[in-house]
């Protein structure tokens, strides 16, 4: 079984500021990683994975997050925050190998950027 | 490509009634899900399929039930509709890698 936990439910930030939105994870097997956005009236979109490799991955958009195995964390940061970035952020876990593709989201953290 | 479409876009449903919210890919993924989204909860997982054939309960599932005959449909069916089952329904699909693809959702009301 797995868990996600989003420490932070909002998260209001002025342009420009930097921001990190807080995830951590929990499971009994190795989990791929993602962080996925949603526009208002919209679903869900793939912002960027850690599936293996390199633990920093990035987005087209500027978003970085960091794979931390030790930590079980998977932070959300951008150096440099737009109007446009104002969503809400879920970080998701999916069991790594075998046939289970049981995919569990966390309670999401609201992003509002200010002017 | 379509990706994942669910139908209805919206509904208001009398309690009591039965309802289905269909949801069809054509992407040939093998794991669908459907989640329910309500304000401060985030998203929860109602039932998920990992194959054609195959289902499994997920978080919140009391109320619900979903079948997978083949790889593109996983409906999912509230029997007996009850007010604590308004929400926004999200049909999603997922890659041998996990990445998922979601559709616009339904908004279900139910009164």
């Known amino acids: 079984a797995q868990s996600v936990t989003q420490l932070d439910s909002q998260v209001p930030v002025f342009e420009e500021a930097p921001v990190e939105l807080r995830c951590n994870y929990s499971?009994?097997?190795?989990?791929?990683l993602f962080w996925y956005v949603q526009y208002p009236n919209q679903g869900l979109q793939l912002l960027l994975k850690y599936l293996s490799g390199s633990t920093l991955v990035e987005s087209i958009n500027g978003f970085e997050a960091e794979f931390n195995k030790s930590q079980t964390s998977f932070h959300l940061r951008k150096p440099s925050v737009h109007i446009s970035d104002t969503a809400e952020y879920f970080c998701?876990?999916?069991?790594?190998?075998?046939?289970?593709?049981?995919?569990?989201f966390g309670k999401g953290t609201l992003l509002t950027v200010n002017p | 490509i379509a990706g994942i479409t669910q139908a209805p876009t919206s509904q208001i449903l009398a309690a009591g009634r039965r309802m289905t919210l269909r949801c069809t890919q054509d992407?040939?993924?093998?794991?669908m899900y459907w989640y329910r989204q309500d304000l401060g909860l985030g998203l929860r997982l109602i039932h998920y399929s990992n194959t054609a054939g195959t289902t499994g309960k997920g978080e919140v599932p009391d109320g619900y039930s979903v079948s997978r005959a083949n790889t593109d449909d996983f409906p999912l069916t509230l029997a007996s509709a009850v007010p604590s089952q308004t929400s926004v329904y999200f049909c999603?699909?997922?890659?041998?890698?996990?990445?998922?693809?979601f559709g616009q959702g339904t908004r279900l009301t139910v009164v």
């Open positions: 499971s009994s097997v190795s989990v791929y």
């Open positions: 998701a876990v999916i069991p790594n190998g075998g046939s289970n593709y049981k995919l569990t």
């Open positions: 992407m040939r993924h093998n794991a």
């Open positions: 999603a699909s997922s890659d041998p890698w996990g990445r998922a693809f």
